[in-house]
């Protein structure tokens, strides 16, 4: 060793420098190794939130792309799930509800994005965690799906069809709007003994260990498992064979041959009791028999059945509207409004939101003259979806009707402009027209009796009555040869002092017998009335008026006419009468002038664009179908009595048959 201490030293010194660079090295390249492995997981991180979130605000249907690797196509997925499974489809078709859930369905997507063909039995038993489908025992696939599970629809045709065709009632014409569109399913019950093989039982060890998610996934998935109620779904043999049956019946009550389609879902109730589609379809075939036999008998036996759809705990929640609605619509046809509320009120508390329901709802509420539930709940409805049309026209027809004129054309107009199903009625046309003209808007009021007319909702623009019959002639003002009453207008003409005497003998001792008019039809004045007949039917003041009732008692036409009344009619001056129209076409209406004044600007009336004016103990008959107006400017009151009579063009079966106004 002839080195100096000094160059000893340099040397360690060499060593030490040497080996720290290379131990600085060594920790600079784990320190970038450590750092390109936290990159790496954190762009794995946010990448699989990222697809997570996507997933979950439905800006990426990923649904649709984990069944990339199967030989199964989303369509036949979908198909065949909104046939058998009506509670899976729906969590099918929405966008996924939870993070965690949406992590289950990119886990499923990755794999089958990266296993390929040939291994996708695990890829087909992975969907039954997700999907629960019933899949072959033996292949773990659905094949030629499009040929095994036909879409099936297991309702029954809609009612208008048949009720048309029968003629049983005019009312059949609203079936169709009840009964809303076709329900795409069969059942999602559990009935049978078989159940659906458990594929996730037999997944290996390194699938089990993909399935571990956070509990969040965890809760998301037991969720979509508790749904499907896998174990108690119907074999896949029995499901075709289901399908199968429901269609057959589906496709006979299309032909209207309902006692074999009635036979065909009897069948199917016997094997599977709590089958909503089945019962459905036997309520379906009873309600169009009922049609067919015109037997109010059958019908209520039908609404049984419905009934029991609304009842049962496994019903598809689109099968127990469609049934309600139906149930509610056939109450209200036999006359059971009652009953018609309780229904409706109660697919309410099942339906709180649902706007179809609560317009239903209103309506019923009308039927039975609550006006103000009916309010409410339209109120509601418009709360839910301020751009409901129905919910418009009928909040407007009520506020319109209760004097509020501007809001109430303001809501009609909207619901109108619509054009949603519902809102096309004469009704609404009628009284929107109406309170634009009392809001001083009648060049707008024109245009839309006009426009109804131009939509056949009128006879034309000042010919608006409701209830008509299309064929009888027209015309405002007629004669009594024309009218076919000139037997009835030469006897009230001979004996006018002697009614004229009664009437102001009554009117002077009794005043309170003329009652104010009871329409709202009143502008200004006083306009009072004493009915004699209505509908047909003698009224309790006949007896007060003994001769005149005696005298129009030998009229048939006139005290017949379940259509028309017999009164007396006293206008007092500055009175005037809004512009309006008579509910029916099929009568006409005869004026006996008893005490007209001549003083100051006198009395008169408008009828379409033809004025008139009465004289003491002459009969004016005009249709008071047309649009007419009245003034009474002179200086004392006016008398008239107003007599109803037949349309000259109605037959003697329809004066039996068509029902009194």
Not at 462 to 484: D, G, I, M
Request: glycine share 6%; charged share 25%.
């Amino acid at each position: 060793m002839d080195c100096t201490h000094s160059e000893l030293h340099s040397s360690i010194q060499k060593q030490q420098t040497n080996g720290n660079e290379k131990a600085n090295l060594k920790s600079r390249s784990v320190s970038r190794g450590s750092h390109g492995i936290l990159i790496i997981l954190f762009m794995m991180v946010a990448i699989t939130w990222g697809i997570a979130a996507s997933a979950y605000f439905g800006l990426v249907d990923y649904k649709a792309l984990i069944v990339h690797g199967t030989s199964v196509s989303t369509s036949d997925i979908m198909q065949y799930t909104s046939a058998l499974y009506p509670s899976q489809y729906e969590a099918l078709r929405h966008p996924v509800r939870s993070l965690g859930e949406a992590l289950i369905y990119f886990d499923d997507l990755i794999f089958s994005l990266f296993v390929k063909k040939e291994k996708t039995s695990y890829i087909d038993k992975r969907r039954v965690v997700v999907f629960n489908f019933p899949l072959e025992k033996h292949v773990n696939s659905i094949k030629d799906s499009s040929q095994l599970y036909e879409k099936t629809s297991a309702n029954a045709v809609s009612n208008d069809d048949s009720a048309k065709d029968s003629g049983f009632s005019k009312d059949h014409t609203n079936d169709k709007k009840i009964s809303g569109e076709p329900t795409d399913h069969v059942d999602g019950e559990a009935s049978t003994k078989e159940e659906q093989p458990q594929a996730e039982s037999k997944m290996k060890p390194t699938q089990e260990k993909n399935k571990k998610k956070s509990s969040q996934a965890k809760t998301s998935s037991s969720s979509l498992k508790a749904k499907s109620g896998s174990s108690n779904q119907l074999s896949l043999e029995q499901n075709k064979t289901l399908l199968k049956q429901l269609q057959e019946g589906d496709e006979l009550l299309k032909k209207k041959k309902v006692n074999e389609a009635l036979s065909v879902f009897e069948k199917i109730i016997s094997s599977n009791p709590s089958s909503p589609s089945a019962i459905f379809g036997k309520a379906e075939a009873l309600n169009q028999k009922s049609l067919q036999q015109r037997s109010n008998k059958i019908l209520i036996e039908s609404l049984k059945f419905y009934d029991q759809v609304i009842n049962l705990p496994n019903c598809p929640k689109k099968l127990k509207k469609k049934a309600g609605l139906i149930k509610a619509e056939r109450h209200i046809f036999l006359g059971q409004l009652k009953e018609a509320v309780i229904t409706l009120k109660k697919m309410a508390e099942t339906f709180p939101r649902d706007t179809d329901i609560l317009n239903q709802l209103g309506v019923s509420y009308l039927y039975v003259g609550n006006t103000e539930k009916a309010q409410k709940v339209y109120a509601k409805v418009l709360s839910i979806d301020p751009d409901n049309g129905f919910a418009q026209v009928h909040f407007g027809f009520i506020l319109k009707t209760a004097g509020d004129w501007i809001k109430g054309a303001y809501y009609l107009k909207l619901g109108i402009e619509s054009m949603a199903e519902g809102t096309q009625e004469g009704k609404f046309y009628f009284h929107l027209g109406d309170a634009l003209h009392r809001t001083n808007r009648s060049t707008e009021a024109d245009e839309i009796y006009k426009l109804g007319a131009k939509n056949g909702l009128f006879k034309s623009k000042y010919q608006r009555s409701l209830y008509n019959v299309n064929r009888l002639q027209s015309h405002p003002f007629w004669t009594p040869a024309e009218a076919k009453v000139n037997n009835y207008v030469k006897t009230l003409e001979s004996k006018w002092k002697m009614i004229r005497d009664e009437a102001l003998n009554v009117m002077d001792v009794e005043k309170g017998l003329f009652i104010s008019e009871e329409e709202s039809l009143k502008d200004t004045g006083d306009w009072k009335q004493l009915t004699l007949y209505a509908r047909g039917q003698p009224q309790k003041d006949c007896k007060r008026l003994p001769k005149t009732c005696a005298l129009v008692s030998k009229m048939p036409n006139a005290h017949g006419c379940t259509r028309g009344q017999i009164k007396f009619s006293i206008m007092m001056p500055g009175t005037h009468v809004w512009p309006h129209t008579g509910p029916t076409n099929c009568r006409l209406r005869m004026h006996l002038g008893l005490v007209i004044p001549k003083t100051g600007q006198g009395a008169w009336l408008r009828c379409a664009d033809q004025n008139r004016t009465w004289e003491e103990g002459k009969v004016l008959i005009f249709d008071d179908s047309f649009e007419h107006e009245v003034w009474q400017n002179a200086e004392s009151f006016r008398l008239i009595l107003i007599v109803d009579v037949w349309h000259p063009d109605i037959t003697e079966h329809e004066k039996k048959t068509l029902s009194p106004i």
